[in-house]
């Protein structure tokens, strides 16, 4: 199996696993209490707090432990809204992940959303977003990197237009996380989103990192784990995963990783848009993340190349939304200006440090093949296969 969807989840380092095993078995105190047992998983903790700092260039009492990207997204916008309630707009965008949109309509009553549109290229205009800040505006919303296209905003520059205009400003980086570096001491940034399992850490971690000073309520409320920051006991072995992946990740974009991503990037889509016609870049081929291409083909369904990228040992993702036997096109597409047509022929592939310059031109033969069996199926009409 060949595995090209890293933007949706990647393999657990081995030497994640490693670091957390112990406290799956052996280790197993609580963290909150005062034998050596749960001194010693308080300690991994600290350990992990100090690692996703690093990480992020911040302060460790700067670093909220979540279970994921959406509880980490939820709680900075909840944390915004509820700790300055005389304030009931928001400014994000029409791209955004459905945990910040929907959680920002279903959960806060009467707060007014204003979303920003992208151009073709899918990014944001800052004159757009200067003039949707308003004097009631609690909080500025932009993910960092998009999880279809791979495509970046300008973060610190929208960072310190919200900084100036008085709101709060939170940016989702989950899928920028480990790919790009982040410095949150040198931006205007006061939440920040990651997720653990889109960068070598298991699922069920994430971050939420919060500026010293910035008001901030808590989304869980009980007991005093996380300074109060949020009720729970620490899920330890995942979060000691979650610090060892960001060491891991601290390493290699210190080490030249953002160019291997780059160079595997490339390499794929060159040679399937040398050896496939019609083959279309979708979104910002210079403010992108260095593992992501998404690509249009004409007259090939997503759908249909998936299935058959599948059967040949292809891991790779549409670029539309699938659900009971019906797919719509995707909305990250439809908001860049792009047809139907072209939003439903649309893949992304995404790799890993982990993919090889072998699986990387074994996939461009598999892709170039499906294309070909596609279209040359077409000429009654759509085919639709069946796995």
């Known amino acids: 199996m060949i595995y090209l969807d890293n933007n949706a989840t990647t393999r657990v380092h081995s030497e994640v696993a490693k670091a957390m095993s ?27 707090r100090n690692q996703v700092a690093e990480f992020l260039n911040s302060d460790p009492e700067e670093i909220v432990f ?21 304030k009931r707009h928001i400014v994000t965008t029409s791209i955004e992940h459905s945990a910040v949109i929907a959680f920002a309509k ?12 992208v151009n073709e290229e899918g990014i944001i205009s800052l004159e757009d977003l200067k003039a949707a800040i308003r004097p009631d505006t609690a909080l500025v919303t932009i993910m960092w990197a998009n999880n279809e296209t791979g495509v970046c905003q300008p973060i610190q520059e929208a960072s310190l ?71 729970g006991t620490e899920a330890v072995a ?29 390499a794929l889509e060159q040679s399937l848009m040398n050896n496939i016609k019609g083959t279309h870049r979708n979104g910002s081929s210079r403010f992108r993340l260095p593992n992501t291409s998404h690509l249009s083909f004409d ?24 659900s009971t036997g019906t797919r719509d096109p995707s909305r990250i597409m439809k908001a860049m ?12 592939l995404s790799v890993s440090s982990m993919n ?7 996939s461009s033969q598999i892709i170039i093949s499906c294309v070909e069996k596609i279209r040359s199926l077409r000429s009654d009409g759509p085919v639709i296969f069946s796995s």
């Open 22 to 48: 112990p406290f799956l078995s052996d280790e197993y105190g609580n963290p909150s209490t005062g034998y050596d047992l749960g001194r010693r998983s308080n300690k991994a903790v600290a350990d992990a």
């Open 66 to 86: 979540t279970s994921c990207g959406t509880e980490s997204d939820n709680t900075a916008i909840f944390s915004a809204i509820t700790a300055m309630p005389e």
């Open 106 to 117: 279903a959960v806060l009553p009467g707060l007014e959303i204003t979303e920003l549109p």
């Open 161 to 231: 237009i919200t900084r100036e205009s008085g709101a709060l400003f939170h940016t989702d980086a989950v899928n920028a996380a480990g790919k790009i570096p982040i410095d949150v001491s040198s931006s205007s940034i006061d939440f920040l989103s990651i997720s653990g399992h889109k960068f070598h850490a298991p699922k069920g971690i994430g971050a939420l990192y919060v500026r010293n000073g910035a008001p901030y309520k808590p989304l869980l409320i009980g007991g005093n784990q996380e300074d109060g920051k949020r009720a």
């Open 238 to 266: 995942q979060i000691v995963a979650l610090g060892k992946a960001s060491e891991l990740a601290t390493e290699r974009l210190n080490d030249q990783g953002q160019e291997k991503l780059s160079y595997l990037r490339d």
């Open 299 to 322: 007259n090939v369904d997503a759908g249909d190349l998936l299935i058959l990228a599948n059967d040949k040992g292809l891991c790779i993702a549409s670029g539309s939304a699938c």
């Open 337 to 348: 200006g792009h047809t139907d047509e072209r939003a439903l022929s649309s893949v992304r």
């Open 356 to 362: 090889t310059k072998q699986e990387i031109e074994e």
